[in-house]
């Protein structure tokens, strides 16, 4: 008869718990204005443009690129 290995693989044991998260802060990025902003942005162009519809896209970037240079 053939005798069975004894020795056992050693196991690694499993984690006890996932490590603590420190309570990080999410870091704002100042260089795009938020979408709110953006949006109260492009409706003030598109009153001043008569209101008139079609050009909601070129009203929407105008309104970002002002407001990334900091001007109204």
Not at 19 to 37: D, F, G, V, W
Not at 51 to 64: I, K, L, R, V, Y
Request: charged letters at 25%.
């Amino acid at each position: 008869m053939a005798r069975q290995n004894s020795q056992k693989t050693p196991q690694t044991p499993a984690p006890k718990s996932t490590p603590e998260r420190t309570q990080e802060k999410p870091i704002a990025n100042t260089s795009a204005p938020a979408n709110e902003q953006v949006a109260r942005r492009a409706f003030e162009i598109y009153q001043a443009r008569g209101g008139t519809h079609g050009s909601s896209e070129q009203d929407w970037f105008q309104a970002e690129r002002e407001l990334k240079l900091g001007r109204q």
